[in-house]
């Protein structure tokens, strides 16, 4: 199985921020100041212009309109997108100073992707950034930073983040003590009731009829065979069995008595309520979804745009092999194993089974989205463009270490926002902030 596809955690950025994901418009170094501009912060060697800020919040704005959001007063969305342009900045300029680099290859597949993306050719991506004043080789210049801050924050983030044994085990009592509200039982009882009032020598007298018939199963009569006899509940009938009921549905006392119980196992303890005694035996038991998992198994082909194959033409190419399948002149496998340009396809595309968020977002979204044997359109992801099949899908139960790294998963993402809070906060503190007022 190949790791390429795995998910890189992309930060959860706010509305303002999500304006700038797009890599059409990435704004690493500030294009010169033209007439009229100024410039409005300095932050460490880069410069924040006017102009910059106003089509950040232009692009706000659109985004707000089309997600029908609202937004602050115009004088606090103007200071947020200043802040947003400026903590953006701070993460460069340290991502430039970190030694990391991001490689032609790289950079050419992130362009390539981005006209796929955008539904252009190359050509036209050229001619839409000329449209907009922006010089080719500076675009590709903040995509590359934008690559490169990226990875830096994703990587110092993580190391960040800590996930105790302690912190595994809590979380994992609070998915079972959830999951047990949603538990189904089949319980048999046996009752022998005890009438509201009753002397403590009728009690007596009732505990001991309700030990004999305990006695009775522990000696290993059928217990269904001694509910018909000596059980005073409307079940009785039925050998004493309630039936299938989801915990809620359950007195508490019964729950608790039976959770830890094997099915078929009897109760090793009469239980005393307001009705009487109960001896109760575990039929059957559905556990709830704590810890099962939605698994999809799928294949897929890769092509990497290159500066041999454009990503357009990667579409093309999936979109013929997609056509030489269904009409039966190829296979799926055997295309995967001559064209794709993962480790994956040597396996004949087959990626194994995998859960939920084990592939990036656009890939898992299509084939979540697929039937079994279904074939996608091509997808465009940052790997690449791939052709989808899925091939089977199945709910399977958790075994403890799987259950504690899926622990260890949700914990690491649920405390990745407050690390990269902590970590731009620092980054802030030891950069070089000077603002500049709006010229007379």
């Known amino acids: 199985m190949t790791d390429a596809l795995f998910v890189l955690r992309p930060v959860l950025l706010a509305l303002l921020l999500s304006a700038a994901a797009p890599l059409l418009h990435a704004q690493g170094k500030a294009a010169p100041l033209r007439n009229g501009d100024y410039i409005v912060a300095i932050v460490n060697q880069e410069l924040v212009t006017a102009s910059e800020v106003q089509t950040r919040i232009s692009r706000v704005r659109a985004d707000a309109a089309r997600q029908r959001a609202t937004l602050p007063p115009d004088d606090q969305l103007y200071r947020d997108v200043l802040d947003a342009l400026i903590d953006e900045r701070v993460q460069l300029t340290h991502a430039r100073d970190s030694g990391q680099r991001v490689d032609d290859v790289d950079l050419d597949r992130a362009v390539g992707n981005v006209a796929v993306q955008n539904q252009i050719t190359m050509a036209q991506l050229r001619e839409r950034l000329r449209k907009e004043g922006i010089d080719y ?77 305990q006695k009775r199963v522990q000696a290993g009569e059928a217990f269904e065979a001694v509910a018909r006899e000596l059980s005073e509940d409307s079940n009785r009938a039925a050998g004493g069995v309630i039936g299938m009921r989801t915990a809620e549905r359950l007195p508490d006392v019964f729950v608790s008595t039976v959770r830890s119980l094997k099915t078929g196992e009897v109760a090793p303890e009469l239980l005393r309520t307001g009705a009487g005694f109960h001896l109760l035996k575990l039929v059957d ?62 396996l004949g595309g087959d990626l194994g089974w995998a859960g939920a968020g084990t592939f990036v977002p656009e890939f898992e979204e299509t084939m979540n989205r697929l039937a079994i044997n279904g074939i996608s359109e091509p997808v465009v992801s940052r790997f690449g463009v791939h052709l989808i099949q899925v091939t089977d899908r199945r709910a399977v139960s958790l075994d403890l270490k799987q259950q504690r790294e899926q622990a260890r998963n949700v914990l690491r993402e649920q405390k990745f926002d407050d690390a990269y809070t902590e970590w731009l906060r620092e980054l802030r503190a030891r950069a070089y902030v000077e603002m500049r007022e709006a010229p007379l």
Request: no cysteine; glycine share 4%.
């Open 137 to 213: 080789a500076r675009f590709r210049t903040n995509v590359r930073d934008q690559l490169l801050t990226e990875r830096v924050r994703e990587r110092e983030v993580q190391a960040r983040i800590r996930v105790t044994d302690a912190d595994v085990d809590a979380y994992l009592d609070k998915r079972r003590e959830a999951a047990s509200a949603v538990a189904e039982y089949n319980i048999a009882q046996i009752l022998v009731t005890v009438p509201e009032g009753a002397s403590a020598a009728d009690t007596a007298r009732r505990r001991e009829r309700a030990e004999a018939a």
């Open 285 to 346: 038991k559905r556990e709830g979804e704590a810890f099962r998992m939605q698994q999809t198994r799928a294949r897929h082909i890769l092509l990497r745009p290159s500066a041999q194959l454009s990503a357009e033409a990667a579409q093309k190419r999936l979109a013929g092999f997609k056509q030489q399948i269904e009409s039966g002149k190829a296979s799926f496998d055997q295309l995967a194993r001559d064209n794709s340009e993962d480790g994956s396809a040597a």
